[in-house]
Structure formats: C-alpha cells, structure tokens
C-alpha cells in the first residue's frame, strides 16, 4: 500500500472511531472480528460519509435458499407483529433478494438503508456489517448500529447467520434480522438461528423428498410400461428388466445429460450409450422450476392426445404441478397461488404451462372441472 493510501485508510479509520467516541454505544466493547472488518473496508478505500449500498433489481427469486427459507422467515415476521424490524435472505452474492416486514414505517426505514430486495450487502462495497460478516465467515455476525462502517447504517443493528448447503457446504446465502434500532437483542441471533435450523431441516428434507419423487415416477411408470423404460437424475439410474438389457451403470451420466438437454429444447439426435444409439422419449420430473430427475421410455414418443379421464388423467401431473392445479381450480389467481406455495408467479405461470400442455386444456375453467372429477 502506497503512502496516499495509507493515509486515506487512517483517515478513514480516525473518522469511524471518532464518531464511535460520540455514540452512545463507546462503553460497550468492539469484537476483534469488527475491528478486523473495519480495517479492510478503510484497506478497500472504502469513505464511511460516502458509502450507500449498491443496487440492481434483478434477483434470484427461485432461488433453494429462498424455497427453503421462506416458511420460517414467515412464521418468524408473524410472531413480531410490532417490532421495527425486518427480515431478509440474500443470495450468495448477498445481494438481497426477499424482505420480510410488518409495518410500513419500518419498510420506508429499510428502504433507506438498503435492506430491501435489489441491494447489495458486500463488505467490498458497504464496509462492516452482519451480512457481510456473516457470508465472509461462514457462520454467524451481530453488529450493532455504531459498529458500522458506513455512517448511513448506524441507526439500525442487524443479526445474519451464513446457510450452508448441508450436502455440498458452500454458502447458499445468508438470512439476516435488521432492527431499527441502534442497540442490539440476544433475541435476534436467537430467532436468526431458528430460522437456520428450520431451513437446514427443509433442505435436508427436500433433497430426500427429490429421490423419493423420482423412484415414485419409475414405479409408476414402470406399471403401465409395456416396454425398456429407465429413470435418471445427478446421482442415480433405475431400470427396468427390458432397459436393463440396454443400459449398463456407466451410462448414466451420458443419459442424465441427454435428458437435461431435451428438457432445455435441444435438438434430441438420438440417445448414445455404450451399447449403442437409441430412440427414446424422455419425460422430465420437476420439482419446483428445477428439473430433478427424467422418465426414459424407449422407443417412438407416446402420443400425448389419448391421456385418460379422471384420476388416471390426474396422475400424469407432479406433486408440484398438483398443488398447483388444485389452488387455480379454486378461483386463486397466479400471485395468490404463489404466496400460498412460497414459489414465484414465474414458477406458477411455468407450472401451469405443463399442467395445460399434459392435459391437453385451453382453460382455468376446463382445469377446474379435471381437478373436481379428479377427488370425486
């Protein structure tokens, strides 16, 4: 570092401990990992007056951390009714991509302060904060509303925990509590935690739900299939006695791969496996807006113009597709659908384009009486 740097870093520096001297908050003690953080955001060139977050509108709204934590950043909102204080998830880029808030005062005080959807919470571009913090150490961050950085936040004190994916442990994001209030709360970092908990549980219990869904898929098909027919996904491959005599264990990648790519509109050339190049039709299985797994049937495409009536007609959807289908049937608009389910109206709209492409329907209406013969 150059002496004009150092220079700006000290002086930088000089003018958070200066205003700290002038807080109410200059008895209580600093931790090292602030003091830390507050060095290389001063390192960074970082000016604490100047600093307002980033923004940029576009957000990962479909996101897994989102799916998996929004039913307890919901409940949690719930429980504070009165509370100056709101919830966020970010992605792993922390940028911030859903609120949870209460009242409207405390929603124009987030927005001032760039808790909201859209804005980024980087120590690069923010200095100090729990968010920040929290996805540079993988775990967990309180800063209060003196040990900021920048002079913009310290009204507010915010508590953020890091949410690692449980199979791969890389960050998903992180979830975060910001109070508009200087002062901290042992509650936050308790709610914050539960919240963590909750959502660890959700996705360890969504990767199992995904397995199951797809071998439920096999099965069925395998019932009605009078030919090979196979399943597929990242980490599995499933057959049955015909498919077997065609598909050996090292081609499941080479058959994972196909299938994603016909799922994705690409020009299906044929199925290559080590035994040979194959005509098959692959139905994919979703969960959500993410493709999970694929039902490989061998040979020619079935027709799609002959589904049956009723119940029968009723199982060619997926369970998301279902929950769906059920909500629409009864009067909820795409938006409604979607708070109902904790899924995007993007997702419902892209849920309710295979529901008609399946059942081979042109309205909510005709959706409504599949749905009404379906539970009769």
Not at 193 to 212: C, N
Not at 253 to 275: H, I, K, N, Q, T
Request: proline share 5%.
């Amino acid at each position: 570092m150059d002496d004009g740097s150092t220079d700006h870093a000290e002086r930088a520096l000089r003018h958070v401990l200066a205003r700290i001297d002038d807080s109410e908050g200059r008895a209580a003690p600093v931790s090292d990992a602030v003091r830390r953080s507050w060095q290389r955001a001063a390192d960074a060139g970082l000016q604490p007056e100047l600093v307002h977050p980033p923004y940029d509108p576009n957000v990962d709204v479909d996101s897994k951390l989102r799916w998996a934590a929004a039913p307890a950043m919901t409940e949690v909102s719930a429980d504070l009714p009165d509370l100056p204080v709101a919830l966020l998830i970010t992605d792993r880029r922390v940028h911030v991509i859903e609120r949870w808030t209460r009242t409207a005062r405390t929603a124009r005080e987030m927005d001032r302060c760039g808790a909201a959807p859209g804005f980024f919470c980087d120590e690069a571009t923010i200095g100090t904060n729990s968010i920040g913090l929290a996805a540079a150490t993988r775990g967990a961050a309180v800063v209060r509303g003196f040990e900021h950085y920048a002079d913009a936040l310290t009204h507010v004190t915010c508590a953020s925990r890091a949410v690692l994916d449980p199979f791969t442990g890389q960050v998903l994001g992180v979830v975060n509590m910001t109070s508009v209030d200087p002062t901290s709360s042992a509650l936050m970092p308790a709610l914050i935690g539960r919240v963590v908990h909750e959502t660890r549980d959700r996705l360890l219990d969504e990767s199992g739900a995904r397995a199951t869904a797809l071998h439920d898929a096999f099965l069925k098909a395998r019932r009605r299939a009078k030919g090979p027919i196979a399943a597929v996904d990242g980490t599995a491959i499933y057959t049955n006695s015909a498919a077997g005599r065609l598909v050996a264990s090292t081609d499941r990648e080479a058959m994972w791969d196909w299938a994603r790519g016909v799922a994705a509109g690409r020009p299906d050339e044929g199925l290559v496996l080590s035994a040979g190049t194959h005509q098959a039709h692959s139905e994919p299985v979703y969960d959500g807006p993410d493709l999970v797994g694929a039902v490989v049937r061998f040979g020619a495409a079935p027709a799609t113009a002959d589904l049956p009536p009723g119940n029968a007609l009723w199982t060619a959807l997926t369970e998301s597709e279902r929950s769906v289908a059920e909500r629409v049937a009864r009067g909820l608009s795409n938006r409604e659908t979607a708070a109902a389910l904790f899924i995007s109206p993007h997702t419902v709209d892209y849920h309710l384009r295979q529901i008609f492409r399946k059942l081979n329907l042109d309205s909510r209406v005709e959706l409504a009486r599949v749905v009404a013969r379906s539970s009769s």
